[in-house]
Structure formats: C-alpha cells, structure tokens
C-alpha cells in the first residue's frame, strides 16, 4: 500500500511569488493535514481537510490556503512568500478522525529567497 | 489547553546502551491519544506507536517499549540496544478527539555512535 506522497521535494521561490504544494494520501483516508516545520520552530498544525471541507485551521495568515478534491488529495498554497516561510511543509492522511493513526509524507521542502 | 513537554533536546548513546526519551503531556480531555513519531534526516515523520488514554498498558514492540502513566502524565519511549540506525528526532504527539490536531513536544534528537 502506498503510503502519503507529496509533491514537490524541493521548490524554491522568491518573496512575493506564490507556491503550491499536492499531497495525495493513503488510499481509503478522507482526512488530510498539513503541518509546517520551520527551522526552530517545531511542528506546527496548518491546516485539517475532511471530505473535501475544512474542518480546523492553525494560527497562520489567510495567505496560507488549501483544498481537498473529490479524491481525497490536498493542495496547500502560500501566496506573498515571505522569507520566514521557507521551511518543510508535511503533509499527513487518517482514515476518517476521532483519534485514528495519522500518517505523514516525506514532505516538501520550501525555500524562499 | 493541551501541551508537549520533551525535556531532552539531544541524547548521545553509544551503541547497544538503553536510551529513554521522556514525554510528559498535559490536557483537560478525559479522551486523548498519544504517540510518537520518528523523524530521520530525509525529514518524514515515521509512526510508532499510538496509545488511548483509556489503555495504560505498557506495549513492547522489538527493541522499542512504551511507559504511559496517566498519574504523571507521561508517555516515556526507551529503546533497548540502541544501533546508530535509531539515530534520529523523535517526537511525542497528543490529539484529543474533538479537533483532530496533533500538539508535538519539541522532539528530542538521538544521536548513537558506533
């Protein structure tokens, strides 16, 4: 079974421009999740999609959006990068919520110069 | 509000000693979920283990092990003979079931030399 795959590995970017990341979970989940993990900064929770909604949202700026499609995979998009947004974006999958097992990708790693 | 306490920023073992990472959480749910997770260098969060509040046994999976008190709030992770393969961040997480949002402690680097 293939695990959560994310796309890109690697993209860099300049101030100002927008990035758009994919996620694509494990197959039978319907909830996806972002998280950021910024250099000194930890795990920090972005986002949380269930059956194409958002159901929850971390304390980053609206700059900071996503989807979920009618086949369970995610986009997260940053518009107006900022420098400090450079960081690895992981992206994870659940079947369904209520405690269940959350798997995460390999994440993709942004830079913005 | 919930909290992830990993005190230990980075342990150095050398190979084959008992390493025991320490997790101590904090939450008002009477129903929360506990885990730990791995990180190595290429950066993915690899699960190992996820505990109910309601279920205090300790699991033993290998050389890994798993001690969840509920009267200390804590959920310690200690690997038997540590192989410079274990070297890596791990993180404790705890989800209540409400929101569905994993709260990480800070993770604790492992460094094991041969």
């Known amino acids: 079974e293939a695990g959560v795959t994310q796309s890109p590995t690697h993209l860099i970017k300049t101030r100002g421009q927008q990035a758009t990341l994919r996620c694509s979970p494990i197959?039978?989940?319907?909830?996806v999740y972002w998280y950021q993990q910024a250099l000194g900064l930890g795990l920090q929770f972005l986002l949380w999609?269930?059956?194409?909604?958002?159901?929850n949202r971390g304390n980053f700026p609206p700059r900071f959006s996503g989807r979920q499609f009618p086949n369970y995979s995610s986009e997260l998009n940053v518009n107006a990068l900022e420098l400090e947004d450079s960081a690895l974006y992981l992206c994870?999958?659940?079947?369904?919520?209520?405690?269940?097992?959350?798997?995460f990708g390999e994440g993709s790693w942004l830079t913005v110069v | 509000a919930q909290k992830v306490t990993q005190a230990q920023t980075e342990i150095s073992v050398v190979e084959k000693e008992d390493v025991t990472l320490d997790c101590v959480y904090e939450?008002?749910?009477?129903?929360?979920?506990l885990f730990w997770y791995k990180q190595p260098p290429s950066g993915e969060l690899v699960f190992l283990i996820r505990?109910?509040?309601?279920?205090?046994q300790n699991e033993i999976s290998g050389r890994y092990s798993w001690n969840f008190q509920k009267s200390t709030s804590s959920f310690n992770f200690t690997i038997t003979a540590s192989q410079v393969v274990d070297s890596a961040v791990y993180f404790c997480?705890?989800?209540?079931?409400?929101?569905?949002?994993?709260?990480f402690g800070t993770g604790t680097r492992l460094l094991v030399s041969p």
């Open positions: 994870a999958s659940s079947r369904g919520f209520g405690g269940n097992t959350i798997y």
């Open positions: 197959s039978g989940h319907t909830s």
């Open positions: 999609y269930d059956e194409g909604e958002e159901r």
């Open positions: 939450t008002r749910d009477t129903t929360y979920y």
């Open positions: 505990r109910n509040s309601f279920d205090e």
């Open positions: 997480a705890l989800a209540n079931t409400g929101f569905q949002k994993l709260v």
